[in-house]
């Protein structure tokens, strides 16, 4: 388990006994009657409360399965807001009896509605989704009005908020009147969600949205021949976008499939038909009998929901080539092929020695660069332009070495701001602080150094002479080399992309390794300009590029065939044949 593994599972476990000890301590508080032991339990409890909401779902899970779920908590702490009254104010019976109704009322509306929704729930999501493709006439289940959704199963927190009020009036006046009148208006408000909520249910009776059988059917009279699959989630679809140019200039019969719906919503436009099936079940129930090949953009786990289709050519074309383990994962020995760009993914894979044998790789090139230009911006006003791009923390967040970001990169952007006359774009990966808060809070310290220089955090094109943040889907990564003089990046496929520009780029070196051995470790640096960990080179290679004479370019133009492929091939057509030979 990684450093950061461990540091996650800790705060897991401290907000779980934070939330556990702050109900606990509210109930005995409640009982007797200590308001200031309450209100700090309280406190404490919504803090656990939240963070188990925010980056610790996992933990929160495990509670669900304990019997210790959200709405058990809720009951709890609805509880405890009573016996306080009760205990404070010492009713008798009737108020007693009054201060209990109101959080009875509330439940029984809560757990009616949240049924309820959960029934409506169950028929309204689709098993599948769609894009660019023709389903024909389908019966849609009735969907309830936002107003309902959104106040079905929240217990009314208006009324919740009216708990404690009436509650003390109650308990004060020893009568039950008060609660009683709330409670009338609790149910009253509850009956009409139920209704609306039950006629919804009743008009949906018998009518299935017949999405998968029209799936079935588009996909039997279409027959596609060629898949990008890509099973990941929301955040990772950048892996699955670089593809679908590629895929949909093959001009095969091909389609996208995806697992994840968030995925399905993030993905980038194109014209591709777009299938995305999230239940295992429902997916390995497609009939998949006409796919020939199957390009995968990702090793993950679902995947061998499609690599158990025998009649397919199974083909990892990954997302991106570098010199990161990422690049040789053992697991890419399942595929009938793995496709890199050059000799260089070719000769990794053999040094790695993880069980892909050297038949099975087929070098295409990189098929996505055809649009980056091999010469610097030709506009009268353009000034001369660094591309910062660090890579992402990594899933092993204990190697401080992985990406410059943390150890370098305010120094870099300081550094590349301060030189004159230097316009600087940042492109972090979209990964960036996923993993590490170190990683996002410097990244968030660069975004305010650039806001600060006048530069602008949400562009919509790249024209202009101010600093840039780009973090969106566009500008693209490929859009921000053409406009780039000099690139500084990480190990990392974004070098073995920029070298295709074949102008000056940089790569940083935090773990201070010698240059030889640097060299020798990650070939995409073999015509990089190194940068130490103090970034002392920055300025002596800012004028060296800046003056035009630069020493790398032959050895530039060398690596760019061994990481990309002979020079004058086109890899688009490689990619199409190598597709058309797959496909027979």
Avoid at 25 to 42: D, E, K, Q, R, S
Avoid at 51 to 67: P, Q
Wanted: charged share 20%.
């Amino acid at each position: 388990m990684s450093l950061f593994s461990r540091v996650r599972s800790q705060q897991g476990l401290a907000a779980v006994g934070a939330t556990l000890l702050g109900y606990a301590v509210m109930v005995l508080a409640g009982v007797l009657g200590l308001v200031v032991p309450y209100a700090v339990a309280a406190v404490v409890a919504v803090a656990g409360e939240l963070a188990l909401a925010g980056r610790h779902t996992g933990t929160a899970t495990l509670l669900d399965k304990a019997g210790l779920g959200a709405t058990f908590r809720r009951l709890v702490r609805d509880l405890s807001v009573a016996l306080l009254v009760i205990a404070v104010v010492r009713p008798g019976v009737a108020g007693t009896v009054a201060v209990l109704l109101l959080p009875a009322a509330l439940w029984t509306v809560a757990v009616a509605t949240g049924a309820l929704t959960k029934v409506i729930d169950g028929r309204v999501d689709p098993p599948a989704y769609t894009r660019n493709i023709d389903l024909g006439a389908l019966r849609r289940v009735p969907v309830p009005p936002v107003w309902a959704q959104g106040l079905a199963g929240l217990r009314m927190p208006l009324l919740n908020v009216l708990l404690v009020p009436a509650a003390v009036v109650a308990a004060a006046l020893d009568r039950v009147a008060p609660v009683v009148v709330t409670g009338l208006v609790t149910l009253a408000a509850g009956l009409v969600i139920a209704a609306v909520l039950t006629l919804t249910a009743l008009r949906g009776r018998g009518r299935a949205p017949g999405v998968l059988p029209a799936v079935h059917d588009w996909m039997a009279r279409e027959r596609p021949e060629v898949a990008l699959y890509f099973a990941g989630p929301a955040k990772d679809v950048y892996q699955a976008n670089m593809w679908l140019a590629p895929v949909e200039a093959t001009g095969r019969r091909a389609v996208v499939l995806l697992r994840a719906a968030d995925a399905f919503k993030q993905l980038a436009d194109t014209r591709l038909p777009v299938i995305c099936v999230p239940a295992g079940v429902d997916f390995m129930n497609l009939d998949l009998g006409s796919l020939r090949v199957a390009l995968y953009a990702a090793n993950v786990g679902a995947n061998i929901h499609l690599l158990r289709e025998p009649g397919v050519k199974h083909v990892f074309v990954g997302h991106g080539d570098s010199d990161k383990q990422a690049s040789v994962n053992p697991y890419s020995k399942v595929y009938d092929e793995v496709w890199v760009a050059g000799p260089a993914g070719r000769e990794r894979y053999a040094r790695a020695d993880v069980g892909v044998l050297d038949r099975d790789i087929v070098e295409v090139g990189r098929p996505q660069l055809a649009g980056v230009h091999t010469f610097g911006s030709g506009d009268a006003g353009h000034r001369f332009t660094v591309l910062y791009a660090p890579t992402w923390e990594g899933w092993l967040d204990d190697d401080p070495y992985h990406t410059s970001l943390v150890l370098m990169g305010e120094r870099i952007v300081s550094g590349l701001l301060a030189a004159g006359d230097v316009r600087v774009i940042y492109k972090p990966h979209p990964l960036t602080g996923t993993r590490s808060p170190r990683a996002r809070a410097v990244h968030e310290r660069i975004v305010a150094q650039i806001k600060a220089a006048g530069g602008e955090t949400d562009p919509s094109s790249l024209d202009g002479a101010a600093h840039l943040v780009v973090t969106g889907r566009t500008p693209g990564l490929f859009d921000c080399f053409n406009v780039t003089d000099l690139l500084v990046s990480d190990v990392s496929s974004v070098v073995s992309d920029f070298v295709q520009s074949e102008r000056p780029y940089v790569v940083a070196n935090p773990a201070g390794l010698p240059e030889d051995e640097f060299r020798r470790q990650f070939p995409t640096a073999r015509a990089a300009y190194l940068l130490a960990a103090d970034c002392g080179e920055l300025t002596k290679i800012l004028d060296v590029t800046r003056a035009g004479d630069d020493p790398m370019t032959g050895a530039r133009r060398d690596l760019k065939e061994y990481l990309l492929g002979p020079a004058g091939s086109n890899p688009m057509d490689r990619f199409r044949d190598e597709i058309g030979r797959l496909c027979g």
